[in-house]
């Protein structure tokens, strides 16, 4: 009988991708009962979404039900988001971190940065637990978009930096570190490669599941010492769908392919603007631009995202429009981004 239900949910695709149940190890346990006309099954589920757990839930039970009539079922859901293969040797000390994600982009202005922070803050309110190191050394602005004005670092007994929290975030940004906000950071590469590594391990990231790394625009040494340093389990692309910017996101692209890291796949910001007044969409940077790209290099689009006054209105004021105004066109597409991105980072997990 278990062998039959292995078989059976091989046939039932995770929602949101091609991938079955059984290879992304779903089913954790299964135990038969001695009449063989009750099951026990508990799926572990990859993602911190309870929404999808709902979903698997249901679809593990019509399948069975379907194929075994009067098999009485129990079920039971657990969120466990996995280890990347590459995570499983985390050079943190006294820290285990899942998932490491790298947020990048070809060129300034694209909205790097909001994306992170409203990825952070998405997954942390479904429940994961989240770390964001602020990697964009030229110009930090996690702490302006977490609403953090001042910033007293504590350490811990074993030295290392205990990170801020907001929004049940771990944060660490070189904002908190600069006594006057307009000065400028003076760095080349060999200081930026010591301050990356320690932001990595020293700091008391703990226990996470994600951590999220904004890195700065471009391919320099931030971005070479971050995948030299970190076990990257999915990069990140941000851009705009103009042809500019597209252009550009082809280098960061390559960077992460020639380093050897696995792209998680591409975010389009700024997609489209919708008119307050007549609600229409308005293409205004192009469009089709970032899904052409990703059919050329075979990875996924996460997401879309609208260009939306709430979105710096919110970002401003420190509070992400994710968790301030998530019923708006952009704190919704914000939501399905990350949920696209921790699915395909779980389907990363296994490969």
């Not at 063989?36 to 508990?42: D, F």
């Not at 996995?82 to 006294?94: C, D, M, T, V, W």
């Not at 989240?130 to 977490?146: E, H, I, R």
Request: hydrophobic content about 45%; charged content about 20%; aromatic content about 6%.
């Amino acid at each position: 009988m278990r062998e039959k239900i292995v078989e059976l949910l091989k046939d039932v695709k995770f929602p949101g991708t091609s991938a079955d149940l059984v290879s992304l190890k779903v089913p954790s346990t299964i135990e038969i009962g001695e009449d063989q006309k009750s099951a026990s099954l508990v799926l572990s589920i990859p993602v911190p979404f309870e929404d999808i757990a709902w979903q698997v839930k249901d679809l593990v039970r019509v399948a069975l039900q379907k194929a075994l009539p009067g098999l009485e079922l129990t079920l039971k859901t657990e969120t466990v988001v996995p280890f990347a293969k590459r995570s499983q040797s985390s050079i943190i000390p006294g820290s285990k971190i899942k998932q490491y994600i790298a947020v990048a982009s070809g060129k300034g202005g694209v909205g790097k940065s909001t994306v992170s922070v409203n990825l952070a803050c998405a997954l942390a309110k479904a429940g994961a637990k989240v770390g964001l190191l602020d990697a964009d050394v030229y110009g930090p602005s996690v702490p302006s978009m977490f609403g953090i004005k001042r910033a007293m670092l504590l350490t811990g007994e074993d030295n290392r930096v205990i990170p801020m929290k907001r929004y049940d975030v771990e944060l660490m940004s070189i904002g908190f570190m600069l006594d006057n906000k307009r000065k400028s950071v003076l760095w080349r590469g060999p200081m930026l490669h010591g301050v990356m590594q320690q932001f990595l391990e020293d700091v008391a990231w703990g226990d996470l599941d994600y951590l999220i790394m904004d890195l700065p625009p471009g391919t320099g040494d931030v971005q070479m010492s971050i995948c030299q340093l970190a076990p990257i389990s999915g990069a990140v692309i941000v851009s705009t769908p103009q042809d500019l910017a597209l252009n550009v996101a082809v280098k960061a692209i390559d960077l992460f392919n020639a380093l050897e890291r696995p792209i998680a796949g591409l975010i389009e910001n700024m997609s489209f603007y919708i008119c307050p007044k007549c609600g229409e969409r308005q293409y205004i940077f192009g469009t089709e631009g970032t899904q052409a790209m990703c059919e050329e290099f075979k990875v996924p689009l996460l997401g879309t995202l609208p260009l939306e006054a709430g979105v710096r209105k919110y970002g401003d004021k420190g509070t992400p429009i994710v968790l301030s105004d998530p019923d708006a066109a952009s704190g919704q597409a914000f939501d399905q981004t990350a949920r696209c991105l921790a699915i395909r980072l779980a389907e990363l997990a296994v490969q």
